[in-house]
């Protein structure tokens, strides 16, 4: 069975400032990995995936994230957040012909000036 | 291109009353989805349809039911609503099966069971 851990409920930071959402997973196949982000009262929009080839992604935001096979990680990353970016953040994994997202239980990130 | 949309937004209901959550989805998508949403518990699947005319189970499905009327419309129906309902319920679609295509979400629909 597939599952994802988000360790941190709630990340603080301040405006400009860099962050680090941690992700880790479990699968015994090969994985597909996602953030999706929530803003208030919104539903879930996809942030980045990694399915194949290079390790690190990235989105038109300014967030990366790297997968970590040794790790069983996927943490997000940016060098320097908005106030804009508050929001909650969650990580998912899939595999090939797995017909469902496993979901983790999200990090809230909390930027503020 | 409206994308995902759910109604009602908002919904009220007494412990044994019934309703449905409507979803539909203007993108072509096969495969379509409903969540629930608690804080701290992440997203969970309550059922999912991978093409037109099939049903699966998800991880909560006790409780409720669903439909896929078309290929454009998912329902999800709660026959004797309970307080454990009380949820932020999400529809989202999707082109293919999710381990290689994205995930569209609706904007959700609060529900409370009183």
């Known amino acids: 069975a597939q599952s994802v851990t988000q360790l941190d409920s709630q990340v603080p930071v301040f405006e400009e400032a860099p962050v680090e959402l941690r992700c880790n997973y479990s699968?015994?196949?090969?994985?597909?990995l996602f953030w999706y982000v929530q803003y208030p009262n919104q539903g879930l929009q996809l942030l980045l995936k990694?399915?194949?080839?290079?390790?690190l992604v990235e989105s038109i935001n300014g967030f990366e994230a790297e997968f970590n096979k040794s790790q069983t990680s996927f943490h997000l990353r940016k060098p320097s957040v908005h106030i804009s970016d508050t929001a909650e953040y969650f990580c998912?994994?899939?595999?090939?012909?797995?017909?469902?997202?496993?979901f983790g239980t999200g990090t809230r990130l909390l930027v503020s000036p | 291109n409206a994308g995902v949309t759910q109604t009602p937004k908002f919904q009220v209901l007494k412990t044994g009353q019934s309703m449905t959550l409507q979803c539909a989805q203007d993108?072509?998508?096969?495969?379509m989805y409903w969540y629930r949403q608690d804080p701290g518990m992440g997203l969970r699947l309550i059922y999912y349809?991978?093409?037109?005319?099939?049903?699966d189970k998800g991880e909560v499905p006790n409780g409720y039911n669903v439909s896929r009327l078309n290929k454009r419309e998912f329902s999800l129906r709660l026959e004797s609503a309970a307080p454990s309902q009380t949820s932020v319920y999400f529809c989202?679609?999707?082109?293919?099966?999710?381990?290689?295509?994205?995930?569209?979400f609706g904007p959700g629909t609060r529900l409370t069971v009183t």
């Open positions: 989202a679609s999707s082109e293919g099966q999710p381990g290689t295509y994205e995930q569209y």
């Open positions: 699968s015994s196949v090969s994985v597909y």
């Open positions: 990694y399915l194949s080839g290079s390790t």
């Open positions: 998912a994994v899939s595999s090939t012909g797995f017909q469902k997202l496993v």
């Open positions: 993108m072509n998508h096969n495969s």
């Open positions: 349809s991978a093409s037109e005319g099939t049903t």
